[in-house]
């Protein structure tokens, strides 16, 4: 079993900057691709961005350029820097991650539990 933890939401003004980040803990396992998803009111969630073990980043459209993803793997977390953060970023932002399991190899998702986001206008 893989737990993640994020930190750092918060409400912030348009144009301003927040950080999060997330800690992965357990025994047994070794952490693949982790990401950061979010989802809003009234709509599903979607893929913000992802980064590989090896450090190979994807950004959803909506994050190019605004937003980057980056890893400590000696650490286990992952972080998401957002920068000029606009009202149609609020959501409920999750950690993700997918993982091997050493002693049978087969890989599994964890969730976080999330962390709110509000930018106000």
């Known amino acids: 079993q893989v737990q993640l933890v994020e930190s750092g939401g918060g409400l912030v003004q348009a144009g301003g900057s927040l950080r999060l980040s997330c800690a992965a803990s357990?025994?047994?396992?070794?952490?693949?691709?982790m990401g950061w998803y979010r989802q809003a009111p009234g709509k599903q969630r979607e893929l913000v961005a992802t980064?590989?073990?090896?450090?190979?980043?994807t950004y959803a459209d909506s994050a190019k350029g605004r937003f980057t993803i980056s890893r400590d793997n000696a650490k286990n977390t992952v972080s998401l820097q957002m920068n000029n953060l606009k009202p149609e970023d609020t959501a409920v932002y999750y950690c993700s991650t997918i993982a091997t399991q050493l002693t049978t190899t087969r890989q599994y998702k964890y969730w976080g539990q999330g962390t709110q986001v509000t930018v106000s206008s």
């Open positions: 357990g025994s047994a396992f070794r952490l693949n691709t």
């Open positions: 980064i590989t073990s090896a450090g190979t980043t």
